[in-house]
Each structure stands twice: as C-alpha cells, then as structure tokens.
C-alpha cells in the first residue's frame, strides 16, 4: 500500500504572503527565489566563498581559489545577466543562479535554436540546503524568464561527475551530450504566453516580499544586539 505524503505545513510569513498577494496555494513557490542586484554582491561573494573545494569544482569546473572566486564575482554584471538568489531564515544565501546571455553564433548549442541569443546557467547551493529542491526550482526560475523573453534555448555545461546537475537536467527534459568527463545539456523552452508571464510576475512579488521581511527581521535582530544590557541587579 503506498504511504500518503503529508501535507507541508505552511508557516505564518506564507500564511501572510498567500493573503497579501491573494496568491493560492498552486501560486505559491516551493522556494522563494528573488531576483539579485547589486546591493547583494557582498552577499552572493559569501556564498560562492563558502562552498567547499569539491563544490567548487562541480560549479566553476576547476577548484577556484577564493581571490579568483572575489575576481569572478566582481565580474558579475547585475545590469546585464539575471542572477537569482535563496534567502533562509537568518538572512543568509544558500542558493545562487547565474542565468547569461550570448549571441547564439558563440554558443556550442548555437544549432538549436534560431533566435539571436542563447542562455546558459550556472546553479550552487550550499551542502547544508540540499536536498530541499532549491537547485530545481532555480532552474524553473530561470527557464520561465527565458520563456519570456523570447529565448527558446537554456544551456548547461558542468562536471559529468556533478550528479545533482545531471538529475536536474534530466527531470527537466534537457538534452545531455557527454564528451570527456563533461556535459553539454539544452531544453528547448516553449514561447510564452499570459500564464507563464503572470507566473514570472507572482514569484518575483512573493520573493520580494519574502526577502523583505527576512531583511528586516535581520536588521532588527542586529539593532536589538547592540543595545546596552539592562545591568544586573
């Protein structure tokens, strides 16, 4: 007999956020996904600190030292390319989608596509977040904007050995070509339409919302910390 999954709880700040944008529980994100800007570059340069040498391997192709791992950051063109981010709790960033653009003649998929540019991206989450579907749902992210945006091609290149990219580009239906030790994979993405646009729109307003209160819950944490202490009688 098969178990029924039980329902996950859905906390107040969901609660509140379901009622706020009158979204539905189909509406909803798995994951808050906020679109990154500038002001979060010190934050997004943490991240990518943090990921342990094997992690680093698997997302840059090679185990970056950390003043390399500072230069690709400050390279990092938020005006330009679309770089995504999952915010928990106390205000940390334990997931990161780097989404690019390039004209499709410079793109080794440049023969699926006919439109002028193609997409490639690039996902890390931190070891302690995985297994929470943050990595999939950061693709999702990234494969509806492109939807979009009159991009019908998302590229993917990584480690054949990175076996959490490998079942992310499998489940979504991506093309994979292996050739020494790494991995070429592409989806085609269908046109948009008022659905896909509307649900771009939901999720970016719900992470807005979500990064807000995080911000200000951390904020305010910080404030409380540095008042005096009450002296003991």
Known sequence: MEEKKTPAKVGPLRRWLDRK??????DRPAVPIKELHERDRRRVLRHFLELENADRLLRFGSILSDERVAHYVAGLDFSRDMIYGVYNGVFRLVGVGHLAFAPKETSPVKEATTKDRVAELGISVL???RGRGVGSQLFARAAIH?????I???YMHCL?????????????GMEIHRDYGEADAYLKLPPPNPRSVLQEAV???YAMLDYTFKANARAAVKWLDRLPRRKQK
Request: with cysteine.
């Open 127 to 129: 070891r302690s977040t």
């Open 21 to 26: 944008l009158g979204a539905s529980s189909a």
């Open 160 to 172: 054949s050995s990175n076996q959490t990219m490998m079942h992310i580009a499998k489940k979504a």
């Open 152 to 154: 019908d091609t998302l």
């Open 203 to 205: 999720q970016e307003q």
């Open 146 to 150: 492109c939807r979009n945006n009159d």
